[in-house]
């Protein structure tokens, strides 16, 4: 997916979380806490990286 910038990435890595949180049931117990979505570039350098505690507190705070 081609964003324009890093908060476009960000939004849409929260969104992705967002919709694994909605799985989590399905999801062996310990794979929860684990949840990682990471951005990359076209030269495969991370951007960003969300973790489940950020993912948490942006559903929170949208």
């Not at 960000?10 to 310990?30: Q, Y």
């Not at 949840?35 to 570039?41: A, C, F, G, N, P």
Request: charged content about 30%; proline content about 5%; hydrophobic content about 45%.
């Amino acid at each position: 997916m081609d964003l324009p910038d890093q908060a476009a990435a960000r939004a849409e890595a929260l969104k992705v979380g967002h919709r694994l949180l909605e799985r989590c049931a399905e999801m062996p117990t310990e794979a929860r806490s684990e949840i990682i979505i990471e951005v990359i570039d076209e030269r495969l350098k991370y951007v960003l990286r969300v973790s489940l505690p950020e993912i948490q507190q942006g559903l929170s705070t949208a």
